[in-house]
């Protein structure tokens, strides 16, 4: 894909406007602070994750957020889809498709063993998004958080 890029510094601005709309489209609870402060570790080279913008980087689109971790499970470096955004004026498009396909091929060059993403249930149209790339659905685990 052309139009996917890494993220830096310069594109905080392109950015936070889309986290919000994702945000508040999901009912995440965050305020500007709390995004700003979760996202500029990444555009800076943090090696806990990485997010890289849709579209042209002069006006992208949307954008993908990947954290890292250590999987004994899979064998070595494991990636976490943890947002992926477009614009709502442009979904149906396969934007989003192609972008995890592109990321997922990225980071398997780089040595990542496995992608991993969560889903709600009752989201169809991303449960759809995810099994068009391959994703498969694990019954065997129930995600459980204890928030620190």
Not at 134 to 143: A, S
Request: aromatic share 6%; with cysteine; hydrophobic share 45%.
């Amino acid at each position: 894909m052309k139009s996917l890029h890494l993220a830096g510094p310069d594109d905080i601005e392109k950015l936070l406007p889309m986290v919000a709309a994702l945000h508040e489209e999901t009912g995440l609870p965050s305020n500007d602070d709390h995004r700003r402060e979760a996202v500029v570790p990444l555009l800076e080279g943090a090696p806990h994750g990485a997010i890289w913008l849709i579209g042209p980087r002069r006006a992208p689109v949307g954008y993908i957020c990947i954290s890292f971790g250590w999987s004994i499970e899979f064998g070595g470096l494991e990636g976490r889809i943890i947002e992926v955004f477009v614009r709502q004026a442009v979904r149906g498009r396969g934007m989003g498709t192609e972008a995890v396909y592109e990321i997922a091929k990225a980071l398997k060059q780089g040595g990542v063993t496995a992608l991993h993403l969560q889903v709600a249930p009752e989201d169809e149209r991303n449960r759809r998004l995810f099994a068009r790339a391959h994703f498969v659905e694990r019954t065997d685990e129930l995600l459980m958080t204890l928030p620190l």
